[in-house]
């Protein structure tokens, strides 16, 4: 079992691992819409939020040698299903066919307020 950890991607908030590989498959925790610059919410709505989170999710990959063409499974979360829509424009800016299966659902909250939270599975 090897941490996968980047300086590009928000630093964990709690005890846990940015990523972990283990038998050619990368976890990565799930990323919400922190600059890692500024450590800071990103400007703007869910569209925003989503393409900060995946772009999070994206240089989380990258620390492990890999690409969003890698996940394999995502799971996002919303804090409102209303945003399911315009999260799922953006996120079809990141992906391409064959698309990872995913799981998309509501939550009561997120993490510091977050709109959307997404979390990937890759394969080496």
């Known amino acids: 079992m090897k941490a996968i950890k980047t300086e590009k991607a928000p630093a964990a908030i709690g005890p846990y691992s940015q990523?972990?590989?283990?038998?050619?498959?990368?976890?990565?925790?799930?990323?919400?819409?922190?600059?890692?610059?500024?450590?800071?919410?990103?400007e703007g709505g869910i569209k925003e939020q989503?393409?900060?989170?995946?772009?999070?999710?994206?240089?989380?990959?990258?620390?492990?040698?890999?690409?969003?063409?890698?996940?394999?499974?995502?799971?996002?979360?919303?804090?409102?299903i209303k945003y399911f829509g315009e999260m799922n424009e953006v996120y079809a800016e990141f992906f391409n066919e064959p698309y990872p299966a995913r799981s998309a659902f509501a939550v009561k909250d997120l993490p510091k307020g977050a709109l959307v939270e997404v979390e990937c599975i890759a394969a080496k």
């Open 50 to 80: 989503t393409r900060q989170a995946l772009n999070n999710a994206r240089e989380i990959m990258r620390a492990a040698g890999l690409d969003l063409n890698n996940v394999i499974k995502t799971s996002v979360m919303l804090a409102d």
């Open 19 to 42: 990523a972990i590989e283990v038998n050619g498959f990368v976890f990565a925790s799930g990323q919400i819409p922190i600059n890692p610059a500024t450590g800071e919410f990103v």
